[in-house]
């Protein structure tokens, strides 16, 4: 069973305000010269920012934010956020894997910027909803 696809903006705003609320000013999350000078394409969304919107799509799913009771991810690819006022749209869909006799469901999580999956191994147990 698919699960419907959830989609994020981001913006280079929302990396200004995720550096501030996690403490992580790293240049690349910001200035195109230092990100291109690293050798990435341009400036880059924080991995634990894509990681929280893909969390957000868990919880909606779940029904509620206290319904997931595992949730992992590996980093692939980083997901670039060009400086307009449109920024990067990142896709999660699930498909649910398994409904256990214990009243879980496991979640096959994807991840995509542009056609590019920029995780893997995203999986995630929620709480079957009643």
């Known amino acids: 069973m698919e699960l419907p696809t959830q989609t994020f903006r981001v913006t280079r705003a929302d990396l200004v305000r995720y550096a501030g609320a996690s403490g992580d000013f790293n240049p690349i ?5 230092t990100a291109t000078k690293v050798g990435l394409p341009g400036v880059i969304a924080h991995g634990m920012f894509t990681m929280a919107l893909v969390g957000r799509a868990v919880t909606t799913w779940a029904g509620a934010p206290d319904a997931v009771v595992d949730f992992n991810v590996r980093f692939t690819r980083p997901v670039v956020v ?3 006022d449109e920024g ?3 896709e999660v869909s699930a498909v649910v894997k398994e409904v256990t006799d214990d009243g879980l469901t496991r979640l096959d999580i994807t991840a995509t910027c542009l056609g590019e999956k920029v995780l893997s191994q995203a999986r995630a147990t929620v709480r079957t909803p009643r």
């Not at 999350?29 to 010269?33: A, L, N, P, T, Y």
């Open 82 to 84: 060009p400086d307009t």
């Open 29 to 33: 999350h910001w200035s195109d010269r």
């Open 88 to 90: 990067a749209e990142v």
